[in-house]
Each structure stands twice: as structure tokens, then as C-alpha cells.
């Protein structure tokens, strides 16, 4: 089983919001998962924070072996920027 850090697509439809998970490469991208590390919305709106992380989770995940995507090291990027 190979373990990944990913984003699941959330939000209405013109407004993305992703949820950064933890799952089974093999599951379905929305379907179920390990665990919720964040939140990030592309083009916040109002008091909405682009990215809500956290980062002490997603560094033990990266311990136990869990691969994250290119773009979620993006957005790892822009939580540890703050």
C-alpha cells in the first residue's frame, strides 16, 4: 500500500476548495481517507485563509513514509512561508 498526501476537491462549482488529505493511492481521490491535514482555497473570499495546515502532522505522515503530490508541496510551501 503506498500512502500519499493529496488534495480532495470540495467547494461549489466556479469556487474550489480542497481538503488535504492522507489516503491509499489506490482509493479514489474523494473517497475515504487516513486523515485531514488542512484546508486550502485557491482564491480566498472574505476572512476565508488560503491555507490552513497542519504542519506537525503532515511532517509525521512524511516520517512514516506517506508521499506527498507536487502541488500540496506548493501549498506546504505557502504554509511554512507565513
Known sequence: ???V???ARMGAKHEPKY???VADSRRYVTGK???ILGTYIPSPKG????V???LAKVE???KKGAQPTDRV???IKLAQAK
Open 52 to 54: 490552513e495546515i497542519d
Open 19 to 21: 481538503r488535504i488529505t
Open 1 to 3: 500500500m503506498a500512502v
Open 60 to 62: 509525521e505522515w512524511i
Open 47 to 50: 476572512n476565508d485563509k488560503k
Open 73 to 75: 508541496k506548493h501549498v
Open 5 to 7: 498526501i493529496r488534495l
Open 33 to 35: 481517507f487516513l486523515d
